[in-house]
């Protein structure tokens, strides 16, 4: 990956010249020589996923879901004149970053100030730190790098007068850059985790935080993916409508359609689009920033059946782009077979890895069906649940695929984009 990320990107293969270390031992999944190779040789080699340098188990990606996907939010996006800036601690992968601005996206949304240093070493433009920033360092760090690069927006949130502190000090060591600082309230709700609870709340600190030199209340956000349905998120993002009403009303915000107003996890950014598009600040449009992130590779179980897409599939449809492939080591007893992947490999904190297909020894593929079930992972070995004695044998291949993309990419480092007739052109690297 780059050093400056290119956000003329047209796909997942336009890429400046690459920081990453050079491809070796050190990378699982990928079985290569102590002097390695650069990204670009790799993917000139030609591989297949079957016969490269691979070893058991191996993450990969399909380039024709990610493109599919990446093009279907942003035209949703634009049909219901929101913007996007997708959530980057999904993946952490700068090449999808690109790719995901290449599409239109406002920028790119992060977590911790580690994940928005990451960002902006691959040249992000935009950054919404969708989180609380107390730590003097990364407070002086975001200051600095705005007045570094006067072309560099940022905004994070506060719902304390703590928060409010915080930035004071360490205005009073940086000063505020040229352009200002631009800060968000956070609205959370009773149980939920950050965020003012209260409108009277939201109001004390944004005057707090109006009243430091230099800064500006850019609007409000909040994260209604916490709760448990449609109805309860929908009465979340009216407070949060009506408590930006109120801050503007107070003379608190800039003018309306420089308001941001941000929400919109994975599962219900549908609602969050019937709640807070449109002409409701003052006769204007604020500027709706979704948070989404998910949905660049989807999944075959927590979002497969979440997503909004699935309730209004004439809005589009989205393709599960992960795939964990693994070799069957051991068929110790009747109805059991054992693979070779665990909790070290793939996610499991919102469901167990789904059996996809099978590859035969002779490279014959077949569906899974439900003759195979994953019922439990080891921190090495899953264990596979058989509906009759011969559904698998030792050395055969499975792909599965996964639960929550976000607690996937955590754990590979590369992970080959495969094309559909199994051939690696590209590599994604993650940063987290």
Known sequence: MSGQLTTDTTGLMTRGASIAPPLDWRVKGLWLPELGMTDEEFVAGGYSLFDGPFCWPVLVARRSALEHNIATMARYCRRHDVALAPHGKTSMAPSLFAAQLAAGAWGITVATAHQARVARRFGVPRILLANEVLDPTALRWLLTEQR??????????????AGVEALDAALAVTGAPPSGVRVLVELGFPGGRTGCRTTDQALTVAQAAAALPGVTV????????????????????????????????????????HVVVSAGGSTYFDVVVETLAGRWLGGRRPLVLLRSGAYVTHDHGFYST???????????????????????????????????????????????????????????????????????????????????????????????????????????????????????????????
């Not at 448990?228 to 801050?247: D, F, I, K, N, S």
């Open 148 to 161: 570094r690069d006067p072309e560099f927006q940022a905004l994070w949130y506060i719902d304390s007068l």
């Open 218 to 257: 850019a609007g409000v956000a909040g994260y209604e993916g916490g709760l448990p349905t449609r109805g309860r998120a929908r009465e979340y993002l009216c407070r949060l409508r009506e408590t930006t009403r109120t801050l503007y009303t107070a003379g608190l915000l800039p003018p309306a359609e």
């Open 306 to 432: 979440r997503t909004p897409f699935r309730r209004s599939p004439d809005e589009g449809v989205l393709r599960p782009a992960l795939e964990l492939w693994t070799q069957v080591l051991s068929v110790p007893e009747p109805g059991l077979a054992i693979a070779a992947m665990g909790r070290r490999d793939a996610p499991f904190d919102e469901g167990l890895p789904i059996p996809l297909r099978i590859r035969r020894r002779d490279g014959r593929q077949e569906p899974v069906g439900t003759a195979l079930r994953t019922t439990a992972l080891n921190d090495q070995h899953a264990y596979l649940a058989m509906s009759h004695p011969k559904v698998v044998s030792p050395g055969d291949l499975i792909c599965f695929g996964i639960s929550h993309p976000c607690t996937a990419f955590d754990k590979w480092r590369v992970i080959p984009v495969l094309d559909d007739a199994d051939r690696v052109v590209d590599l994604l690297h993650t940063y987290f």
